[in-house]
């Protein structure tokens, strides 16, 4: 039974924010360090400072032999069915660093030349240098480690979907960055019956992570070991019939050995490889996990967007199912943008409460139409106005939109309506308010969401949505 079915959400994987794992075994997904770097969110920023200050304090233990302190903090990493990620078959039993494993993952990183000569720099580091150490365990300590932060969405989640929290559940240990310690506290949580439950934002996590030993040596390694035989002409280099030398892959696996130790040994000598193989990750962050993909993996439907266009036509124009066409148009806009649109939240309060948000999404693209938004106009969230009107919409609805703007929360914002009479009138509406500074609004009508469908459709891996490119550049000329 997955987390939907438990509550009765009424919502599928597609129309969540966060990943719904079956609550009796684990989902073999992963959160992604690659996937939080990416986040230019104040969350995802609080996230990876999280982890790089646990790890720089563990480390910092190790290097002053405080085995004691090192192997407390890695105590805390114990295996947790929190969050029902990993590859367990059957009931959830988490792959985390209980007492005996972080003794031995201490163990390692004590024994472990990278540990002491500054190989090690970040947590997924220790997925290409240190034995014992794999996907599952860096994304089961990872989901220890922002345990706070990931308990906090799990609360914002919860009250958004009408997921009921039960108070004073034990939170496990927190990562206090300020005092360098674990603490415990009772929060509330929603809790089943196989138990508390932590709910992941589903861009977070991957199938595959970011860091990879194998990729790393085999094609970053492996070629520089080679450039540097060739250059010693050692006995490893072979001459070809037509004179070319070479050296295989093969040869030097078996001269120097493939394991982690020997990974270690080889960018010992060769240190710039690991720094060519960090910044070649950063500038290409891995993609968020698609519907399709996810689908996949947990063995439902992706979206059918025909269905939901269909839902929403449905629905009679007027105030009376105003709630229901905003609940429609959330559920379209939480698949149709997702991974570029996330965090959604209804009716969001602004001017200590005097004004209202229909819909606020947090800006989390790192690649097309609202990352380039997000390069060169204040937009860290884009709002949604819902106007389920029988007439058409006018100036009045214009500035209440354009009132809700700002340089912090942002200036852009879609203005979604049923029908507008004259277009053209309307769009050069828009162009004055954003002429006059006061912000960038995108009409969007019932034709314009098919339109939107059609642009998903073709464009699913880039998120380019070219109709909205169009739209927007009609306002800044």
């Known amino acids: 039974m997955r987390v939907s079915e438990y509550f009765k959400l009424g919502k599928t994987q597609p129309f969540l924010d966060f990943v719904d794992v079956r609550l009796d075994t684990d989902l073999p997904v992963f959160v992604d360090t690659g996937r939080l770097r990416s986040l230019q969110s104040t969350w995802g920023s609080e996230c990876q400072s999280l982890l790089q200050d646990y790890f720089d304090t563990v480390l910092k233990h190790i290097k002053s032999e405080n085995d004691g302190a090192a192997i407390a903090l890695l105590s805390c990493l114990a295996e947790s069915n929190d969050f029902h990620f990993g590859f367990s078959k059957g009931r959830s039993r988490g792959s985390g660093m209980g007492e005996g494993s972080a003794r031995d993952v201490w163990g390692a990183l004590t024994k472990s030349k990278a540990s002491l000569t500054g190989l090690l720099q970040d947590l997924e580091d220790t997925c290409l240098l240190i034995d014992g150490i794999g996907p599952d365990r860096i994304s089961d300590a990872v989901c220890n480690i922002l345990r706070g932060p990931l308990i906090r969405y799990t609360q914002r989640a919860c009250k958004y979907y009408g997921i009921p929290l039960t108070p004073d559940i034990e939170s496990g240990p927190i990562w206090n960055p300020s005092i360098e310690k674990w603490e415990d506290s009772l929060v509330p949580l929603p809790m089943t019956s196989y138990g508390r439950l932590i709910l992941v934002p589903k861009i977070i996590v991957r199938h595959r992570v970011w860091y990879d030993s194998q990729e790393y040596?085999?094609?970053?390694?492996?070629?520089?070991?080679?450039?540097?035989?060739?250059?010693?002409?050692?006995?490893?280099?072979?001459?070809?019939?037509?004179?070319?030398?070479?050296?295989?892959?093969?040869?030097?696996?078996?001269?120097?050995?493939?394991?982690?130790?020997?990974?270690?040994?080889?960018?010992?000598?060769?240190?710039?490889?690991?720094?060519?193989?960090?910044?070649?990750?950063?500038?290409?962050?891995?993609?968020?996990?698609?519907?399709?993909?996810?689908?996949?993996?947990?063995?439902?439907?992706?979206?059918?967007?025909?269905?939901?266009?269909?839902?929403?036509?449905?629905?009679?124009?007027?105030?009376?199912?105003?709630?229901?066409?905003?609940?429609?148009?959330e559920e379209l806009f939480s698949a149709l943008f997702y991974p570029s649109l996330t965090s959604p939240t209804k009716q969001f309060p602004i001017h200590n409460g005097r004004k209202r948000i229909d819909i606020k999404y947090v800006n989390s693209a790192s690649a097309g139409f609202f990352h380039w938004l997000g390069m060169h106009y204040p937009c860290s969230h884009i709002f949604i106005e819902c106007k389920n009107y029988v007439s058409d919409i006018a100036n009045p609805e214009l500035d209440q939109m354009s009132s809700r703007f700002s340089p912090s929360r942002g200036q852009i914002g879609l203005l979604v309506c049923r029908t507008l009479d004259d277009r053209e009138k309307f769009i050069e509406r828009c162009k004055d308010t954003a002429h006059d500074s006061r912000g960038y609004i995108i009409p969007i009508d019932d034709s314009d969401l098919e339109i939107l469908i059609e642009d998903y459709e073709q464009h699913t891996q880039n998120q380019s949505f070219p109709s909205l490119r169009k739209l927007f550049t009609r306002l800044i000329t």
């Open 217 to 329: 040596y085999r094609h970053f390694l492996l070629p520089h070991m080679q450039s540097e035989e060739k250059r010693l002409n050692s006995g490893l280099v072979e001459t070809l019939s037509d004179g070319r030398k070479r050296v295989t892959k093969t040869r030097l696996m078996l001269e120097y050995g493939a394991d982690k130790l020997a990974v270690v040994e080889q960018t010992l000598k060769h240190p710039s490889v690991l720094d060519e193989y960090r910044e070649a990750k950063k500038k290409k962050f891995p993609k968020a996990v698609d519907h399709n993909t996810l689908a996949e993996i947990e063995n439902t439907s992706p979206p059918d967007f025909n269905k939901l266009l269909k839902k929403i036509k449905s629905i009679a124009p007027g105030k009376k199912e105003a709630t229901t066409y905003e609940n429609a148009i």
